[in-house]
């Protein structure tokens, strides 16, 4: 019997060395693991910031005209122009669902990536927090799968959408498109009338120069939107 104990304690520590190289390998490979993640997804990042700012100089170039940029957007444009909520089939493929809670005080913003952007989504945030509304984005959060699938999650849940469609960004145009689809209160922004090339009411478009403009705009949206409910 104490044989047998002895034995199992020397195979005990003999087998400890072991195990701490074990225990360390692990805890390598998982530092390097959580390491290549991060790496990979600001690879991710970086690689879209830098296509869509190339595709948003692309498009300048396509759509300088009415007639051109009509062309282009022929699909996008014809969205826009239809209010019925999104199918069923649609949204569980992405795993979304058409009655999920709205979070109270939200709005989503669909704004380009390229950095040039940054200041307006700061303007608009600043005037919606007037009201103790809070913004998010699409790049706010990291997403390690379908970037769409968030960012349509994300307008189901908020109570307003707002499109900065300044630079004719593809993207901004076609989540447009879904939020009309999802039946959304949406307000568009540019900073430039040239961005408007398309027939849309001139009460859902804030053409703006100064953070005071956009303030002012947003307010006089939203209080109409609001009563227009209450109404």
């Given amino acids: ?4 104990y002895e034995i199992l304690v020397t195979s005990f520590i003999t087998s400890i060395p072991i195990i701490a190289v074990a225990l360390i390998f692990y805890f390598l490979f998982k530092n ?8 990979k997804s600001y690879e991710s990042d ?5 296509l869509e700012s190339e595709i948003y100089k692309l498009n300048k170039k396509i759509s300088s005209t009415e007639e051109r940029f009509n062309s282009a957007n022929k699909l996008i444009i014809e969205g826009n122009t239809k209010s019925s909520i999104a199918g069923t089939d ?17 709005v989503f913003v669909l704004t380009p990536l390229n950095p040039d952007f940054n200041e307006d989504f700061e303007w608009v945030e600043n005037a919606f927090r007037k009201h103790k509304y809070v913004c998010s984005k699409g790049n706010d959060v990291k997403v390690q799968s379908n970037l769409l699938s968030h960012i349509i999650k994300e307008m ?8 900065n469609i300044g630079g004719r960004n593809p993207n901004v145009f076609y989540e447009l498109g879904i939020a009309h689809a999802l039946g959304k209160d949406v307000i568009l922004i540019s900073r430039s009338v040239d961005d408007i090339t398309f027939d849309l009411s001139s009460s859902q478009i ?4 100064t953070e005071e403009q956009l303030s002012s ?13 209450i109404s």
């Fill in 1 to 4: 019997m104490i044989d047998s």
């Fill in 32 to 39: 390097a693991f959580h390491s290549y993640i991060k790496m």
């Fill in 46 to 50: 970086k690689y879209r910031l830098d």
């Fill in 90 to 106: 649609f949204l569980e493929r992405i795993g979304a669902d058409k009655n999920m809670s709205i979070k109270d005080k939200s």
């Fill in 156 to 163: 189901l849940a908020s109570k307003f959408v707002v499109a």
């Fill in 206 to 209: 804030i053409i703006f120069n």
């Fill in 217 to 229: 705009s947003i307010d006089e949206w939203l209080v109409s939107t609001l009563e227009s409910k």
